[in-house]
């Protein structure tokens, strides 16, 4: 027999009844399986852990545990889902914005390389953009001078 959300099929009342509060399934009156927000299943029964920002709720320990040291925010000890200045979420980690000379960041993916003959680039929506092109001014020398695109 299948039950709706909150509920579990109770045998002895042969009917479907209703999971403890806040309890959104479980297997029975006693034992939560999952729980509505901010409440989380701490041995079977829903809790409000009061995790702050930079920490997570661990269900091993029923305890709230601290981010790593560049997540302003997590869902555990490998999923950032923000970062502290400076950083930037990529694949739910958060790595350096800062890419150095010829490479720019692009939201979700990381550090790009900036196109062939360019000193500079922008990143939007994944297309890398040149914003500062280098011309070689004679191939026996070099030294080049760069051109700024407006």
């Not at 042969?14 to 041995?43: F, H, Q």
């Not at 953009?129 to 760069?146: A, E, H, I, L, R």
């Amino acid at each position: 027999m299948s039950c709706g959300s909150g509920q579990f099929w109770d045998v002895g009342a042969c009917a479907c009844s209703n999971c403890s509060s806040n309890c959104t399934a479980c297997k029975n009156a006693s034992v939560c399986t999952n729980c509505s927000s901010p409440y989380a299943v701490c041995n079977g029964v829903c809790v409000n852990p009061g995790c702050t920002d930079g920490q997570y709720y661990d269900s091993g320990s029923c305890s709230c545990k601290s981010c790593p040291a560049t997540c302003s925010k997590c869902a555990s000890s490998n999923a950032c889902t923000s970062c502290i200045p400076t950083y930037c979420l990529v694949n739910l980690q958060c790595v350096s914005c800062s890419c150095g000379t010829g490479k720019t960041f692009c939201e979700g993916v990381g550090c790009k390389r900036c196109p062939s003959n360019c000193s500079s680039c922008t990143c939007s929506d994944g297309v890398v953009t040149c914003t500062g092109c280098c011309y070689w001014m004679s191939s026996d020398f070099d030294y080049y001078f760069v051109l700024v695109l407006k």
